[in-house]
Protein backbone atom coordinates (compact mmCIF):
# COMPACT_ATOMS: atom_id res chain seq x y z
CA UNK A 1 0.00 0.00 0.00
CA UNK A 2 1.00 3.53 -0.21
CA UNK A 3 3.34 4.68 2.89
CA UNK A 4 5.89 7.52 3.31
CA UNK A 5 9.07 7.16 5.23
CA UNK A 6 10.58 9.53 6.90
CA UNK A 7 14.01 10.41 8.76
CA UNK A 8 13.27 10.03 12.89
CA UNK A 9 13.77 12.82 14.96
CA UNK A 10 14.56 14.79 17.51
CA UNK A 11 16.83 16.72 15.30
CA UNK A 12 18.42 19.52 17.21
CA UNK A 13 20.09 22.13 15.46
CA UNK A 14 21.76 25.26 15.99
CA UNK A 15 20.03 29.01 14.83
CA UNK A 16 21.36 29.63 11.09
CA UNK A 17 22.26 25.77 10.68
CA UNK A 18 21.06 24.03 7.70
CA UNK A 19 18.45 21.85 7.70
CA UNK A 20 17.46 18.50 5.86
CA UNK A 21 14.59 16.01 6.77
CA UNK A 22 14.84 13.25 4.82
CA UNK A 23 11.17 11.74 3.00
CA UNK A 24 10.77 8.40 0.66
CA UNK A 25 7.24 7.51 -0.50
CA UNK A 26 5.80 4.08 -2.16
CA UNK A 27 5.89 4.96 -6.06
CA UNK A 28 2.54 4.04 -6.70
CA UNK A 29 1.66 6.16 -9.75
CA UNK A 30 2.69 10.14 -9.33
CA UNK A 31 1.19 11.25 -6.31
CA UNK A 32 0.84 14.61 -4.98
CA UNK A 33 3.39 15.17 -1.99
CA UNK A 34 3.36 17.82 0.78
CA UNK A 35 5.27 19.15 3.96
CA UNK A 36 3.21 20.01 6.50
CA UNK A 37 3.99 21.59 10.05
CA UNK A 38 2.60 21.71 13.82
CA UNK A 39 4.26 23.80 15.92
CA UNK A 40 3.84 23.57 19.67
CA UNK A 41 0.25 23.93 20.73
CA UNK A 42 -0.95 24.33 17.01
CA UNK A 43 -2.77 22.80 14.35
CA UNK A 44 -1.55 21.15 11.26
CA UNK A 45 -0.78 23.75 8.37
CA UNK A 46 0.16 23.03 4.87
CA UNK A 47 4.01 24.54 4.32
CA UNK A 48 4.63 23.04 0.76
CA UNK A 49 3.73 20.84 -1.84
CA UNK A 50 4.58 19.66 -5.00
CA UNK A 51 2.31 18.06 -7.52
CA UNK A 52 4.67 15.86 -10.00
CA UNK A 53 7.67 15.26 -11.17
CA UNK A 54 10.53 18.15 -10.90
CA UNK A 55 8.36 20.39 -8.97
CA UNK A 56 10.31 22.26 -6.39
CA UNK A 57 7.71 23.68 -3.46
CA UNK A 58 8.76 26.47 -1.60
CA UNK A 59 7.61 28.31 1.50
CA UNK A 60 9.58 30.52 4.50
CA UNK A 61 12.32 29.57 3.50
CA UNK A 62 11.78 25.71 2.94
CA UNK A 63 11.90 24.00 -0.14
CA UNK A 64 11.25 20.53 -1.63
CA UNK A 65 12.02 18.90 -4.86
CA UNK A 66 9.81 15.78 -6.16
CA UNK A 67 12.36 13.45 -7.40
CA UNK A 68 10.91 10.73 -9.07
CA UNK A 69 13.58 8.72 -9.68
CA UNK A 70 14.93 8.19 -6.31
CA UNK A 71 11.18 8.63 -4.98
CA UNK A 72 12.13 11.45 -2.41
CA UNK A 73 10.80 14.80 -1.41
CA UNK A 74 13.25 16.00 0.96
CA UNK A 75 12.77 18.83 3.08
CA UNK A 76 15.02 21.70 3.54
CA UNK A 77 16.16 25.27 5.04
CA UNK A 78 18.93 27.14 4.27
CA UNK A 79 19.47 28.94 7.99
CA UNK A 80 16.88 27.93 10.69
CA UNK A 81 15.32 30.08 13.06
CA UNK A 82 14.39 28.96 16.66
CA UNK A 83 10.63 29.92 15.30
CA UNK A 84 11.23 27.14 12.40
CA UNK A 85 10.95 24.28 16.22
CA UNK A 86 8.14 22.19 14.98
CA UNK A 87 7.38 18.87 13.98
CA UNK A 88 7.38 18.43 10.22
CA UNK A 89 5.12 15.86 8.53
CA UNK A 90 5.76 14.31 4.98
CA UNK A 91 2.62 13.31 3.06
CA UNK A 92 1.87 11.82 -0.53
CA UNK A 93 -1.86 11.68 -1.51
CA UNK A 94 -3.31 8.72 -2.61
CA UNK A 95 -6.53 6.97 -4.45
CA UNK A 96 -9.48 9.34 -3.60
CA UNK A 97 -7.28 12.58 -2.22
CA UNK A 98 -6.56 10.98 1.02
CA UNK A 99 -3.20 11.64 2.95
CA UNK A 100 -0.82 9.33 4.11
CA UNK A 101 1.47 10.49 6.51
CA UNK A 102 5.44 10.10 7.41
CA UNK A 103 6.20 9.50 10.97
CA UNK A 104 6.52 13.27 11.97
CA UNK A 105 10.28 14.85 12.25
CA UNK A 106 10.32 16.54 15.96
CA UNK A 107 13.09 19.52 15.00
CA UNK A 108 14.16 21.87 17.59
CA UNK A 109 16.26 25.06 16.87
CA UNK A 110 18.36 26.72 20.03
CA UNK A 111 19.51 30.03 19.94
CA UNK B 1 -8.59 28.74 2.17
CA UNK B 2 -11.02 27.17 4.43
CA UNK B 3 -11.22 27.95 7.77
CA UNK B 4 -12.07 25.08 10.34
CA UNK B 5 -13.38 24.94 13.89
CA UNK B 6 -13.99 22.07 15.79
CA UNK B 7 -15.54 21.49 18.92
CA UNK B 8 -14.80 20.93 21.95
CA UNK B 9 -11.57 21.15 21.94
CA UNK B 10 -10.58 19.03 24.07
CA UNK B 11 -12.42 16.47 26.78
CA UNK B 12 -11.76 14.30 28.99
CA UNK B 13 -14.07 11.59 29.60
CA UNK B 14 -15.34 8.24 31.42
CA UNK B 15 -14.07 4.54 29.58
CA UNK B 16 -17.68 3.13 28.38
CA UNK B 17 -19.18 6.74 27.32
CA UNK B 18 -19.16 8.48 23.46
CA UNK B 19 -18.11 11.93 22.76
CA UNK B 20 -19.16 13.43 19.43
CA UNK B 21 -17.21 16.09 17.74
CA UNK B 22 -18.24 18.51 15.50
CA UNK B 23 -16.71 20.05 12.91
CA UNK B 24 -17.74 22.69 11.39
CA UNK B 25 -16.03 24.76 7.48
CA UNK B 26 -16.76 27.92 6.67
CA UNK B 27 -17.61 27.51 2.88
CA UNK B 28 -19.46 24.48 1.21
CA UNK B 29 -16.74 21.24 0.63
CA UNK B 30 -17.29 17.95 -1.12
CA UNK B 31 -14.57 16.01 0.55
CA UNK B 32 -14.02 15.88 4.67
CA UNK B 33 -11.65 13.54 5.81
CA UNK B 34 -11.30 12.77 9.97
CA UNK B 35 -7.87 11.41 11.44
CA UNK B 36 -6.51 10.40 14.54
CA UNK B 37 -3.15 11.39 15.97
CA UNK B 38 -2.53 9.03 19.02
CA UNK B 39 0.28 10.53 21.65
CA UNK B 40 3.57 11.37 19.63
CA UNK B 41 2.34 9.06 17.01
CA UNK B 42 1.57 10.32 13.04
CA UNK B 43 -2.09 10.92 11.61
CA UNK B 44 -3.75 7.99 11.06
CA UNK B 45 -6.75 8.44 8.69
CA UNK B 46 -10.29 7.24 10.24
CA UNK B 47 -12.70 7.67 7.18
CA UNK B 48 -13.77 9.73 4.45
CA UNK B 49 -17.22 11.64 4.66
CA UNK B 50 -18.43 12.74 1.92
CA UNK B 51 -22.38 14.47 1.77
CA UNK B 52 -25.00 12.09 0.37
CA UNK B 53 -23.48 9.02 1.09
CA UNK B 54 -22.03 6.52 3.21
CA UNK B 55 -18.82 7.08 4.89
CA UNK B 56 -15.84 5.16 3.73
CA UNK B 57 -13.88 3.39 6.61
CA UNK B 58 -9.96 2.73 6.54
CA UNK B 59 -8.73 -0.33 7.69
CA UNK B 60 -8.94 -0.88 10.94
CA UNK B 61 -11.87 1.69 11.89
CA UNK B 62 -15.27 0.38 11.85
CA UNK B 63 -18.94 2.46 11.72
CA UNK B 64 -19.74 1.28 14.81
CA UNK B 65 -16.89 2.43 17.11
CA UNK B 66 -16.88 5.69 14.62
CA UNK B 67 -19.93 6.37 13.22
CA UNK B 68 -20.01 10.15 11.15
CA UNK B 69 -22.45 11.86 9.60
CA UNK B 70 -22.21 14.71 7.40
CA UNK B 71 -25.54 16.38 6.91
CA UNK B 72 -24.70 19.05 4.71
CA UNK B 73 -21.42 20.45 2.79
CA UNK B 74 -20.21 21.96 5.98
CA UNK B 75 -20.29 20.35 8.41
CA UNK B 76 -19.51 16.38 9.74
CA UNK B 77 -19.62 14.84 13.35
CA UNK B 78 -17.57 12.23 14.42
CA UNK B 79 -18.46 10.22 17.17
CA UNK B 80 -16.32 7.83 19.90
CA UNK B 81 -18.16 5.53 20.91
CA UNK B 82 -17.67 3.30 24.06
CA UNK B 83 -14.31 4.92 24.63
CA UNK B 84 -10.86 3.29 25.86
CA UNK B 85 -7.80 4.96 27.44
CA UNK B 86 -7.02 3.75 23.86
CA UNK B 87 -9.01 6.01 22.09
CA UNK B 88 -7.01 8.66 24.00
CA UNK B 89 -5.55 10.97 20.69
CA UNK B 90 -6.21 14.21 19.40
CA UNK B 91 -8.76 13.87 16.41
CA UNK B 92 -8.67 16.22 13.28
CA UNK B 93 -11.02 16.80 10.47
CA UNK B 94 -9.78 18.26 7.02
CA UNK B 95 -11.11 19.21 4.32
CA UNK B 96 -10.22 18.95 0.64
CA UNK B 97 -10.13 22.27 -1.69
CA UNK B 98 -10.70 20.96 -5.22
CA UNK B 99 -9.46 23.93 -6.60
CA UNK B 100 -6.15 24.46 -5.65
CA UNK B 101 -4.96 20.05 -4.42
CA UNK B 102 -4.82 21.32 -0.77
CA UNK B 103 -6.23 19.76 2.48
CA UNK B 104 -6.95 22.02 5.30
CA UNK B 105 -6.91 20.99 8.91
CA UNK B 106 -9.13 21.48 11.71
CA UNK B 107 -7.28 22.50 15.33
CA UNK B 108 -8.29 19.15 16.45
CA UNK B 109 -9.90 17.57 19.10
CA UNK B 110 -7.61 16.27 22.17
CA UNK B 111 -9.68 13.38 24.06
CA UNK B 112 -8.44 11.95 27.17
CA UNK B 113 -10.06 8.71 28.39
CA UNK B 114 -9.43 7.83 32.24
Known amino acids: GDSVTQMEGPVTLSEEAFLTINCTYTATGYPSLFWYVQYPGEGLQLLLKATKADDKGSNKGFEATYRKETTSFHLEKGSVQVSDSAVYFC??????????FGGGTRVLVKP | SAVISQKPSRDICQRGTSLTIQCQVD?????MFWYRQQPGQSLTLIATANQGSEATYESGFVIDKFPISRPNLTFSTLTVSNMSPEDSSIYLC???????????FGPGTRLTVT
Open chain 2, 94 to 104: SVEDDRVTKQY
Open chain 2, 27 to 31: SQVTM
Open chain 1, 91 to 100: ARAAAGNKLT
